[in-house]
């Protein structure tokens, strides 16, 4: 049976939050390490759904698993096998295009069905794709499911006509065991980039340049297994700030990298909202009042797409008109249909949203229609007078690790409860 989180909204949150590990650097780190030959523990994982299919994966590729802790992953890839991925569990995440470049790389070949993930409008894969034909792939897609195959991979120069996220990883993955030198331009820098760069390299691989938009990989013949600690969710992060600054007295986040959220603080501070900065804890405390402020999602250093429908949230409680528009993904509005549910005013138009605030918000019957969307539903349904009730909240447990226990502790009234299959839409 389905499960729905409910919400009575108006509490004040007091205490402190510790931030997990990064979901889009673990959903990336957890393929790259069956590019070992031998077992990567990594630390800091977040228990989150997203982690929970990868193993699942892994599992199908026959690679050894072993959870001494919760936060705890060695993974053993030394008795793999490359079999085909047609497994449900590829289609439920994302980040499952991963084993393109980490299969594709080890064996020269793999057949997997589409990835999935949060529907934010179309999200081709094409650039992952041109990258892998760049270092002598043919991809071949038919019903469904790639077939990637290539007698040798050599590398290249590969300029990405949008510097995205994925084909960077993707290709960073599929081009460590390449003959010579691949050099990607036009690269994206997110943080996550880093921490698989890092991961690679502590493997034995020679990557430089992540974190700049151009990354040269020298390629090797051999990886071992290594001992690696994931770097703090800033998205997971920013939520909680963001949660802090519409309902805290005063709520300290731990485990922060605050210039991962560079961009999000100075807009916060902009707004009003009043916070301590440390090398590695961000403190929020209530403040009375609100202004709307405009944001532009870019990638990053820019203002992270993943945090807009949060934000919008907090907007709906600000003086004045926000605005938000979207340049990566220009149909990631769903959620505004569901805060005008609660009471607020929005007008979206062609990849733009304008917040009229401030509106009270009152609980009522939602959906996360996809996981950002979801964390918008939260931030809601703290700050609504009543109940929320949140459906389709496996988008939610897709990337945030506890999020009903966390909040509780600092005082919200957030539980989960089973619903008939018809009421979860
Ligand atoms: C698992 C993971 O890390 N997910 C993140 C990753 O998604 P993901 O890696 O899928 O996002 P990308 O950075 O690839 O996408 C950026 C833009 O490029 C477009 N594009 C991308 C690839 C491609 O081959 N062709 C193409 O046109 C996309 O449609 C989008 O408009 O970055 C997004 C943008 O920061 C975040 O919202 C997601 O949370
Ligand atoms: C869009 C997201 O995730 P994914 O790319 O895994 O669908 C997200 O984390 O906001």
Redesign the pocket.
Known sequence: MPEVIKIEGGHRLNGEVTISGS???T??LIPAAVLANGPVTIVGVPEIA?VRNLAEILKILNVQVDQPHADHLIIDPTHMQNVDLLDDAVTK???S?YFMGALLGKYHHVRMKMPG??Y???????????GFEALGATVKYEKGCFEIDADELVGDKIF??????????NIMMAAVYAKGRTTIENA?R?P?IIDVATLLNKMGAHIRGAGTNVITIDGVTSLSGCFHEIIPDR?EAGTYIIIAAAMAEKMKINNVIPHHLEALLLKLEEMGVDMDVTVDSITVRHSDHLKGTDIT?R??PGF???LQQPLTSLMTQAEGDSHVEET???E?FKHCEQLCRMGANIDVHQGEAVIHGPTPLYGTKVAATD??CGAAMVVAGLLAEGTTTISNIYHIDR?YDHIDDKLNAMGAKVWREKVADDEED
């Open positions: 979901k889009n650097a959903v990336a997203d995440l994302r980040a295009y993930g949060c934010l409008g179309p999200r081709p894969i094409d650039l992952h794709l041109k990405l006509d949008i510097s995205s996220v994925g084909a960077t990883i994206a997110e996550e998205i999602t990638p990053y992270a797409t993943d990566i993904y220009v990631r996981l950002r990337g």
